[in-house]
T-cell receptor, first 113, second 114 residues
């Protein structure tokens, strides 16, 4: 198993550009989520999904969209990038939310100029 | 609402020192509790977990006991190594709020000096 994979590893955008961060898992996990990690802020939940076709907002959803058309994939879209979205983004998955381990991808470091 | 509070870092210790990183939580019901570790340049990975009161999670010499009476899940290790230098996150899930969110603390950076 590859686990949770994320692409790209690094990305530089200009303000106003759009892009999609890719996340995939091959463990047949129902629960997937996106976090951003900023210095002094820890991890903040952006969006999450409890299964294909179901998504919901986390703590900081503004400026981001997600969809979950398959169990495996959970892309994160930045509609119009802003410097405030400069961060490290982590995707995670688990069998379910309650008791199971969260498996994290290696992260995408995004810089918005 | 549900929350996790952990001690602020950075924490700097000498090799072979004893470690305690405090974590307390606020939650409805009976959440599961976790410690995750993030090594430099990597994603988070599960270090240990406990799913009910008085359970003790352990891994790699680290331990934490689920204390419902004090709503705590402190991380301990008797003798730290340089390779333990990382950021440690306390987390909870499965509360009665049922809002399907996993809640993380802000992380504690640990530096171990040789």
């Amino acid at each position: 198993n590859a686990g949770v994979t994320q692409t790209p590893k690094f990305q530089v955008l200009k303000t106003g550009q759009s892009m999609t961060l890719q996340c995939a898992q091959d463990m047949n996990h129902e629960y997937m989520s996106w976090y951003r990690q900023d210095p002094g802020m820890g991890l903040r939940l952006i969006h999450y999904s409890v299964g294909a076709g179901i998504t919901d907002q986390g703590e900081v959803p503004n400026g981001y969209n997600v969809s979950r058309s398959t169990t495996e994939d959970f892309p994160l879209r930045l509609l119009s990038a802003a410097p405030s979205q400069t961060s490290v983004y982590f995707c995670a998955s688990s069998i379910d939310r309650d008791t199971d381990t969260q498996y994290f991808g290696p992260g995408t470091r995004l810089t918005v100029l | 609402g549900d929350s996790v509070t952990q001690m602020e870092g950075p924490v700097t210790l000498s090799e072979e020192a004893c470690l305690t990183i405090n974590c307390t939580y606020t939650a409805t019901g009976y959440p599961s509790l976790f410690w995750y570790v993030q090594y430099p340049g990597e994603g988070l990975q599960l270090l240990l977990k406990a799913t009910k009161a008085d359970d003790k999670g352990s891994n790699k010499g680290f331990e934490a006991t689920y204390r419902k009476e004090t709503t705590s899940f402190h991380l301990e290790k008797g003798s730290v190594q340089v390779s333990d230098s990382a950021v440690y996150f306390c987390a909870l899930s499965g509360t009665m709020n049922r809002d399907d969110k996993i809640i993380f603390g802000k992380g504690t950076r640990l530096h171990i000096l040789p």
